[in-house]
């Protein structure tokens, strides 16, 4: 399973959102508000750092390790602001579900794919609620001006649609 392949079952669409809710909920974000993933980063008592070297996003983008019992997140400087947001939600989703740390070697980091979808999937959930991807589709709301009120990419926000079900609705809208 891809970290962004539909389609999930509801009950596993159901469990994303849920603890999507929970982590909402931790960092003060309201049901259908943007989420601050620097503060929900702050509720974990997670240290934040760059990557000291310029390297490429596509190769790396973050990671958590522990340091001294405290987790510290790893993030490469050179992604944008909106890539970042997913990838801290991702690494803050590992912590939440208590997958396992993520180690650092010559292969890069040691994740089964379904830990790193249900992460991936869960941060996407946190950042962009059903209710608001089901909402902005349904009123016809842009989905560049939905990506920029969210902090995440137009990519992403689309993922979201796609997983949703609401993929056809979505281009239908596009083309009327
Ligand atoms: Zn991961």
């Not at 993030?75 to 939440?96: A, D």
Request: aromatic share 8%.
């Amino acid at each position: 399973m891809a970290k962004t392949d539909p389609p999930f079952t509801h009950d596993y669409l159901e469990h994303l959102q849920r603890n999507a809710d929970t982590l909402r909920a931790r960092a003060g974000a309201g049901p259908d508000g943007p989420l601050d993933a620097f503060a929900l980063a702050a509720v974990f008592g997670a240290r934040i750092e760059y990557l000291p070297v310029e390297v490429d996003p596509s190769d790396f983008s973050g990671m958590v390790i522990t340091r001294g019992g405290r987790p510290v997140i790893v993030l490469n400087r050179s992604m944008s602001p909106e890539r970042r947001n997913i990838t801290l939600l991702e690494e803050l989703c590992h912590l939440h579900y208590g997958h396992p740390v993520e180690e650092w070697d010559g292969q890069g980091r040691q994740h089964t794919n379904a830990v790193e979808s249900e992460a991936y999937q869960t941060g996407a959930a946190a950042l962009l609620p059903a209710v608001v991807v089901a909402k902005a589709v349904y009123k016809n709301r842009g989905a560049a001006d939905v990506a920029r009120e969210y902090g995440v990419s137009m990519e992403l926000f689309e993922m979201r649609v796609k997983v949703l079900g609401l993929w056809r609705h979505y281009q239908g809208r596009n083309a009327a």
